[in-house]
């Protein structure tokens, strides 16, 4: 009995460690995804900006390639 109980106690401490790795794995994995996240988010806000002022200088009468030499954009982006 004596030594049931230390095996239990053992695969007790041991389900712990396991739910503890999990659990600081989950985390650091979302930390990780948010940032990308954000880091993506950011990318593509900046490429919509840089339409928006595309079509703005467009609208003026600009040439495409002044336009995409102005933000840094390719002739294919709009």
Known sequence: ???TNKYLDAVRVECTFIADALAKGRREGQEVGEQI???KGRE???????????QNLLSTGMTKEQ????????LTDF
């Open 1 to 3: 009995m004596r030594l």
């Open 37 to 39: 996240g954000q880091q």
């Open 44 to 54: 593509e806000g900046e490429h919509t900006a840089k339409l928006l002022i595309a």
């Open 67 to 74: 336009v995409a030499g102005i933000t840094g954009l390719n």
